[in-house]
């Protein structure tokens, strides 16, 4: 009697473990990444925060280490310097990065829309951009590509006094609620003031960049070219964690937001809620609709990289084509 039940227990121990999911022995090692996001913790945190709390980069044997950004043009500097093996940052920074020969990469689409804005104070007469005299800004933001394309493309270079207020993504915005500025660069679904985002602030108003032909691809995960080549695999796994990531958290923002909000207590939840549902919709733009989330088009690229050659800070008639400085390949 006592062996029919140890071979029971053991028949039903092994029919136990053929039915557990495969995705637990998939991987004979767990390997640590560091990501460096492009700031401090807001809106673009809440799908990573996500999959790390819901498991998603485990299930592909990876851990994550967070490096809080201070400006999209440092994830371009470390990743391409071996200190993170991923990093967040625009279009615009890898386009001039790869310029300046420093070897990263852009494997995922976030913003397939240009989410860039001027804010302005409507007691300061502004009826067009060409009415702005003053600009908040910060020079080591990523947002700062677009908004001098902007600036060249109305004719303003010359005439626009640029105040720096680095510091955090909300500084620019601060000058110019203090009257400071005539206006601030920001991005439309992160600002807010006194409780609510700027775009419901009935005193500010905004210039959103894409209505003035400054049409680009934005936020990117980038990684390193000796990571593209010499650990696919790697960023293969990374690649699926982060679109299974940014599709849990479009489709249960509520659930996300509050995750993030749980990990980053000081946040107002409502804010980063309305801030993150806004986001989304300029996530879905380019091939979002037909390729899925993550996937970047070449015609997107090649007019990101024209518009920033004639207004931009790119040099003009770069020779580096596009498929250089993007892949599609590590998209699920």
Request: hydrophobic share 40%; glycine share 8%; proline share 3%.
């Amino acid at each position: 009697m006592k062996k029919i039940t140890f071979y029971c227990f053991l028949v039903i121990l092994a029919l136990a473990f053929s039915l557990m999911p495969y995705k637990i022995f998939a991987h004979d090692r767990i390997d640590m990444v560091r990501i460096h996001m492009d700031f401090y913790p807001y809106t673009n945190y809440v799908a990573i925060i996500t999959g790390i709390e819901k498991g998603f980069f485990q299930e592909q044997g990876i851990t994550v280490q967070i490096i809080e950004g201070r400006g999209g043009v440092l994830p371009a500097k470390m990743v391409g310097a071996g200190k993170a093996e991923f990093g967040l940052t625009s279009a615009s920074t890898v386009l001039m990065a790869r310029e300046k020969n420093i070897p990263i990469k852009a494997i995922m689409g976030i913003y397939q829309k240009n989410p860039v804005c001027v804010w302005f104070r409507k007691d300061r007469k502004i009826n067009r951009p060409e009415d702005i005299n003053s600009i908040s800004c910060d020079p080591n933001s990523v947002k700062w590509g677009n908004m001098m394309a902007f600036i060249r493309k109305i004719g303003r270079e010359n005439k626009v006094k640029f105040v720096v207020a680095g510091g955090n993504f909300m500084s620019e915005s601060s000058f110019m609620l203090q009257g400071h500025t005539d206006a601030a660069m920001g991005y439309y679904f992160v600002q807010r003031a006194e409780g609510k985002l700027l775009k419901d602030n009935s005193d500010i108003g905004s210039f959103r960049l894409d209505e003035f032909g400054i049409k680009s691809i934005d936020k990117v995960l980038i990684t390193s070219d000796e990571i593209v080549n010499k650990r696919p695999d790697l960023a293969l796994r990374f690649v699926a964690a982060c679109v299974k990531s940014w599709n849990y958290s479009i489709k249960n923002p509520h659930e996300a937001v509050g995750l993030f909000v749980k990990r980053y207590p000081g946040l107002d939840e409502k804010l980063e809620y309305d801030s993150f549902v806004v986001s989304v919709h300029y996530m879905k733009g380019g091939e979002y609709e037909n390729r899925g989330f993550g996937f970047m088009s070449q015609a997107d690229w090649e007019a990101t990289k024209k518009l920033f050659e004639q207004y931009g800070e790119l040099k003009k008639n770069n020779l580096m084509k596009v498929d250089q400085e993007y892949t599609n390949r590590f998209i699920p």
